[in-house]
């Protein structure tokens, strides 16, 4: 709910600055991320230099202050400014309110018990702050000492996510005996309506449930990802489409979770490059199988050249 009203104020920012003809969201990504905090708050203090304005990006910012400042030539009427300071002040009231979720959130989290209260072992990759800490707990840190396993290793599964699959599904997975139950309880796995030997539909069931919702969105943000997870999903898109392929990355996901919680394993991620070459023996494979059942032999163009 917080979230949503948040989102809403946002876009009442947006309106007040492209009244103005400030089109700051051209050259930042997020006008509520870093640079776009910055700039608003100097416009709100007074400031209309655009060149000013624009020193304030950060480091990270990939456009330049002069392309910044072009964006921030505009007309700053009293009515606009009053109308982006109202947004702004209501925005951050909503990011305090988060705030204090996370914190009791995070207070419930933090009374289960550990099974271990070593540190998870290194990444391989720099984590921000605000990729793993919530209400000034590391979840990363948090959810290992609970399971004994680095579900941040896994592609996708940020914090938000895993917060959701915990309260949700929890940790202990002894209620479902294999991964298929488990997929099969979130309503994730493919469809079994047939008739007379014959399949009708392979469509998923239709689920409320907030883990299978959780599992989607973080299958969602592996639409661009080098993993191997993330070439699964775009092999699958290219098949069936956006939805089919959300879909499949989510049942997948689930699957994972379920066996690292389930048998303590460590995920260990391939890349792309080995998903792609094992996907490649196993096409071989499959045509080799059905060129002998025709009677041929399957031969590499390269031997056949020489």
Same mark, same amino acid.
């Given at each position: 709910?917080? !979230?949503?009203?948040?989102?809403?104020?946002?876009?009442?920012?947006?309106?007040?600055?492209?009244?103005?003809?400030?089109?700051?969201?051209?050259? !930042?990504?997020?006008?509520?991320?870093?640079?776009? @905090?910055?700039?608003?708050?100097?416009?709100?203090?007074?400031?209309?230099?655009? =060149?000013?304005?624009?020193?304030?990006?950060?480091?990270?910012? *990939?456009? @330049?202050?002069?392309?910044?400042? %072009?964006?921030?030539?505009?007309?700053?009427?009293?009515?606009?400014?009053?109308?982006?300071?109202?947004?702004?002040?209501?925005? =951050?009231?909503? %990011?305090?309110? #988060?705030?204090?979720?996370?914190?009791?959130?995070? *207070?419930?989290?933090?009374?289960?018990?550990?099974?271990?209260?070593?540190? +998870?072992?290194?990444?391989?990759?720099?984590?921000?702050?605000?990729?793993? $800490?919530?209400?000034?707990?590391?979840?990363?840190?948090?959810?290992?000492?609970?399971? /004994? !396993?680095?579900?941040?290793?896994?592609?996708?599964? &940020? +914090?938000?996510?895993?917060?959701?699959?915990?309260?949700?599904?929890?940790?202990?997975?002894? +209620?479902?005996?294999?991964?298929?139950?488990?997929?099969?309880?979130? &309503?994730?796995?493919?469809?079994?309506?047939?008739?007379?030997?014959?399949? #009708?539909?392979?469509?998923?069931?239709?689920?409320?449930?907030?883990?299978?919702?959780?599992?989607?969105?973080?299958?969602?943000?592996?639409?661009?990802? +080098? @993993?191997?997870? /993330?070439?699964?999903?775009?092999?699958?898109?290219?098949?069936? &489409?956006?939805?089919?392929?959300?879909?499949?990355?989510?049942? *997948?996901?689930? *699957?994972?979770?379920?066996?690292?919680?389930?048998?303590?394993?460590?995920?260990?991620?391939? &890349?792309?490059?080995?998903?792609?070459?094992?996907?490649?023996?196993?096409?071989?494979?499959? #045509?080799?199988?059905?060129?002998?059942?025709?009677?041929?032999?399957? $031969?590499?163009?390269?031997?056949?050249?020489?």
């Amino acid at each position: 709910m917080l !979230v949503q009203a948040s989102s809403m104020h946002i876009q009442h920012m947006q309106k007040a600055l492209t009244q103005m003809n400030l089109r700051l969201s051209n050259v !930042v990504s997020d006008i509520t991320g870093v640079t776009g @905090t910055r700039i608003i708050k100097a416009i709100l203090n007074g400031e209309r230099n655009a =060149e000013v304005l624009a020193s304030y990006r950060t480091k990270e910012c *990939k456009q @330049t202050a002069a392309v910044i400042a %072009q964006s921030l030539l505009g007309n700053y009427r009293v009515e606009h400014l009053f109308a982006l300071r109202q947004a702004f002040e209501l925005y =951050e009231v909503y %990011q305090e309110k #988060l705030k204090d979720c996370e914190r009791e959130l995070m *207070k419930v989290v933090q009374q289960r018990p550990h099974q271990t209260e070593a540190e +998870p072992p290194p990444l391989g990759r720099k984590l921000r702050a605000r990729d793993k $800490v919530r209400g000034e707990v590391d979840v990363r840190s948090e959810l290992y000492k609970q399971t /004994g !396993v680095d579900l941040f290793r896994v592609p996708g599964l &940020g +914090p938000e996510t895993l917060l959701t699959l915990s309260g949700e599904v929890g940790t202990d997975m002894s +209620p479902w005996k294999t991964e298929k139950l488990f997929s099969s309880w979130l &309503g994730l796995c493919p469809g079994t309506k047939e008739s007379g030997g014959k399949i #009708l539909s392979r469509r998923t069931k239709k689920s409320r449930s907030r883990a299978a919702a959780a599992f989607r969105i973080a299958a969602a943000s592996l639409r661009s990802s +080098p @993993t191997a997870l /993330g070439a699964f999903y775009r092999r699958i898109r290219a098949r069936g &489409g956006e939805a089919i392929a959300v879909t499949a990355t989510a049942h *997948k996901l689930a *699957k994972i979770y379920y066996r690292l919680l389930k048998y303590g394993e460590e995920y260990v991620e391939a &890349g792309e490059k080995a998903y792609e070459e094992r996907y490649q023996q196993q096409r071989v494979k499959a #045509l080799a199988k059905q060129a002998a059942l025709l009677g041929f032999t399957l $031969v590499a163009a390269a031997a056949v050249s020489t």
